[in-house]
């Protein structure tokens, strides 16, 4: 059984920081992209930025996010970071860890997510 757990959001003012994290527990055969996306009462979630195993960047949308975020992971720890600087409120959202993972070899990947982090940018 393959588990997200999110931590790192909360009550930061304009222009502050936080730094979001998300581990994934349980077994597989492939934990393949890793990523962030957020949502707001009544808006469909949209994607932050994913991060594949490799390395490799996916930004969503908002031009904005990616001059002020950073997404990372540590492959041997199956974490993945969102490092949020100069947050403004437009940021305020429920962030969600998402994670693409083949349980079984042969198999197609699944999309699994965390349960979801406050942040809420205020002052």
């Known amino acids: 059984q393959v588990q997200l757990v999110e931590s790192g959001g909360g009550l930061v003012q304009p222009g502050g920081s936080l730094k979001l994290s998300c581990a994934a527990s349980?077994?597989?055969?492939?934990?393949?992209?890793m990523g962030w996306f957020r949502q707001v009462p009544g808006k469909k979630r949209e994607l932050v930025a994913r991060?594949?195993?490799?390395?490799?960047?996916?930004?969503g949308d908002d031009d904005s996010v990616q001059d002020r975020f950073t997404i990372s992971r540590d492959n041997r720890k199956n974490t993945v970071y969102l490092e949020m600087n100069n947050l403004e409120p437009e940021d305020t959202a429920v962030y969600f860890c998402n994670a693409q993972i083949v349980i079984k070899f042969g198999s197609s990947w699944d999309n699994y997510w965390g349960q979801g982090t406050q942040v809420t940018v205020s002052s």
């Open positions: 349980g077994s597989w055969n492939s934990l393949s992209t």
């Open positions: 991060i594949t195993s490799g390395g490799t960047i996916n930004w």
